[in-house]
């Protein structure tokens, strides 16, 4: 990707929620070709890129809370 495509791509005017919402179909591995093509051609690479890692934290905070959960009711016991 040239440095001209790059700021082609960060002009795009996809809103960060259309963006948090094409990440977390995506980190299901659920999503139709048609919605696909319709996000690279208008969400930013940068709101995903922000998405991705604000996705991937609240997954490890999720994970945290289950395991705390478990260990503290005496069930993993």
């Known amino acids: 990707m040239s440095g ?6 960060v002009q795009r005017k ?3 929620g259309q963006t ?4 977390a179909w995506s980190f ?3 999503r139709r070709s048609s919605d696909y093509e319709n996000d690279v051609s208008r969400i930013n690479p940068l709101h995903v890129v ?5 996705g991937v934290l ?3 905070g999720v994970l ?3 395991v705390r959960w478990v260990i503290g ?3 993993a016991a």
């Open 4 to 9: 001209a495509d790059f700021k082609a791509a």
């Open 14 to 16: 996809g809103s960060f």
């Open 20 to 23: 948090m919402k094409a990440v």
């Open 28 to 30: 299901f591995g659920v």
């Open 50 to 54: 922000v998405a991705g890692v604000l």
């Open 58 to 60: 609240v997954f490890i």
């Open 64 to 66: 945290l809370a289950l």
């Open 73 to 75: 009711s005496g069930v």
